[in-house]
């Protein structure tokens, strides 16, 4: 059951993420990407004002947690934004996309050797198969020759 | 002496990805060790503290090449344009809140994030249903192995 939920959770991320693939790209289609992200951030804020008044957060932090989610947003950010520049430095998108893709990766490695998370065979085996799913699904399909 | 100009060792765009690497796989770590004691909605909070100088600089940005006149968008799409983006930053921030949540509830950073990286199968699957993109083969390998994923990091 303990499975379950954070596997329900997981995959809620997975759905709204795989969302905002293509809202993402509707937004710039029609704007730059720079305005595209501005307006990404004023909904982070707007959700963060959203969650003052609804929510009722826990204030009393310790100092390393606090700058652990600090970090977080941070991070996420700079990614987003290294990966434009990733991008717009001649990388073809196929191939600097599939390169990204390998973040998890980084993680399974940080977590198993900083945390002391243990994997079974099977999960192992499976965040393999993810990250190569992941790298696959990334790839554009060549253009249909008329 | 005069040195003959040499190409970088790291192409510029293979330096950035690499650094994205970092950052992101970097993201999943400091989420999971901040797990232990923040809240999903104390992180979406703290979360956006840490994005708010890169929402600064995207200002900035914005501002000068509004002032140069050199935006490239599409005249009287804005408004169309600035709602997607917001309502992607709206899911994303929703998506953030629930991948922090799957580690709170005892998911480990090291499971949860290979699953949550899989969010690339729905958006082919959108594309191909409203947007009707095409799917390569490779991308319908990855569609299938994206389950099998699922499965084997459940078991």
């Not at chain 2, 708010?52 to 344009?81: D, H, N, Y």
């Not at chain 2, 499971?111 to 990286?117: C, S």
Request: glycine share 10%; charged share 10%.
């Amino acid at each position: 059951m303990g499975t379950m939920v954070w596997l329900g959770f997981a995959v809620v991320a997975l759905v709204l993420w795989g969302v905002t693939g293509v809202t993402q790209k509707l937004s710039t289609n029609l704007i730059s990407s720079e305005r595209s992200f501005l307006w990404f951030c004023y909904a982070m804020v707007a959700l963060s004002a959203a969650v003052m008044v609804v929510a009722r957060p826990h204030w009393g932090l310790g100092i390393p947690a606090v700058v652990c989610s600090i970090a977080g947003g941070a991070l996420n950010g700079l990614g987003a934004w290294t990966s434009f520049r990733a991008l717009e430095s001649g990388g073809k998108a196929s191939i600097v996309i599939s390169l990204i893709s390998l973040f998890p990766l980084l993680t399974v490695i940080l977590a198993v050797a900083l945390l002391h998370e243990r994997l079974t065979w099977m999960q192992a085996a499976g965040a393999v198969v993810a990250i190569l799913a992941a790298i696959l699904l990334s790839l554009e399909p060549a253009p249909v020759q008329a | 002496m005069k040195q003959e100009a040499r190409p970088p060792r790291v192409p510029l765009w293979l330096f950035w990805s690499l650094v994205t690497i970092v950052m992101w796989g970097t993201w999943g770590l400091v989420s999971k060790i901040a797990s232990d004691e923040v809240d999903a909605y104390m992180n979406q909070l703290l979360f956006t503290v840490g994005i708010a100088p890169l929402l600064v600089f995207a200002g900035w940005k914005v501002s000068r090449a509004g002032k140069k006149g050199a935006t490239g968008e599409k005249p009287g799409m804005r408004s169309r344009g600035v709602f997607w983006a917001f309502l992607t930053g709206i899911l994303g921030g929703v998506g953030n809140m629930a991948y922090f949540e799957a580690m709170v509830k005892g998911g480990k950073a090291s499971v949860v994030t290979p699953v949550t990286a899989l969010f690339p199968m729905v958006t082919v699957l959108l594309a191909l249903l409203f947007l009707k993109e095409r799917l390569g083969r490779l991308q319908w390998i990855g569609l299938g192995l994206a389950f099998v994923a699922i499965y084997l990091l459940n078991a």
